[in-house]
Each structure stands twice: as structure tokens, then as C-alpha cells.
Nanobody
Framework: QVQLVESGGGLVQAGGSLRLSCAAS????????MGWYRQVPGKQRELVAT???????NYLDSVKGRFTISRDNAENTVFLQMNSLKPEDTAVYYC???????????????WGQGTQVTVSS
């Protein structure tokens, strides 16, 4: 059983910073990428940032220059440093991982439970 456990959400004023963490645990053979998505009520979940095992990053245009994704491969943990936060960044942030649980497995996608980020104006 693979679990993604997120932490670090909360309430912050506009211009402030938060750091989200997501730790993957369980029977994991290899992780191909980990990332963060976000969702507000009534809207589709959107990609915020992803980081592949090879180090390639991808960011939502509106967060470029403000958010930074990083990873601790040894701990199967991904981080999202969010600076210069804006009220429009308010959302539930979900951790996502694509991984294999054994060598000949297919790639599987897992989601965390979500953590609320609220930015007040």
C-alpha cells in the first residue's frame, strides 16, 4: 500500500510564504515523478508543478518565479516552496506521484489527501 502524506498548508497573508511537503511511503520500487496540483470549488484540478526523477521541472505559468519544487529522493519526499503568495493561489493542494511498486509493474498514479492553502488579501 502506497501513501502520500502532505503537510504544510495553512493561512497566510498575501506576499507571504508557505512550504508544502509530501512524503511517499509503502512498497515503492521507483518514482518517475512527483508533483503538486491544486483545485478550487467548481473548477478543474490544475497542475502547479512537477519534478521528474531526472530533474526536469514543469510549472504553471502563473506560479513561475514564485514557486519552487524540489525533492529528497532518499526520503521519497517532494516539497513546494511558495513565495509571494497571492489570494488567487488559495486552493486545496494535492500531492501526486507516478511510480512502480515492483520492477515489472506498470506506472501507477497516486494522490495525497490534499492540504488547504488560504491566502488572505
Amino acid at each position: 500500500q502506497v501513501q502520500l502524506v502532505e503537510s504544510g498548508g495553512g493561512l497566510v497573508q498575501a506576499g507571504g510564504s508557505l512550504r508544502l511537503s509530501c512524503a511517499a511511503s509503502g512498497s515503492i520500487f521507483s518514482i518517475y515523478y512527483m508533483g503538486w496540483y491544486r483545485q478550487v470549488p467548481g473548477k478543474q484540478r490544475e497542475l502547479v508543478a512537477t519534478l521528474t526523477s531526472g530533474g526536469t521541472t514543469n510549472y504553471l505559468d502563473s506560479v513561475k518565479g514564485r514557486f519552487t519544487i524540489s525533492r529528497d529522493n532518499a526520503e521519497n519526499t517532494v516539497f513546494l516552496q511558495m513565495n509571494s503568495l497571492k489570494p488567487e493561489d488559495t486552493a486545496v493542494y494535492y500531492c501526486n506521484a507516478v511510480l512502480k511498486i515492483f520492477a515489472t509493474d506498470v506506472q501507477r498514479r497516486y494522490w495525497g489527501q490534499g492540504t488547504q492553502v488560504t491566502v488572505s488579501s
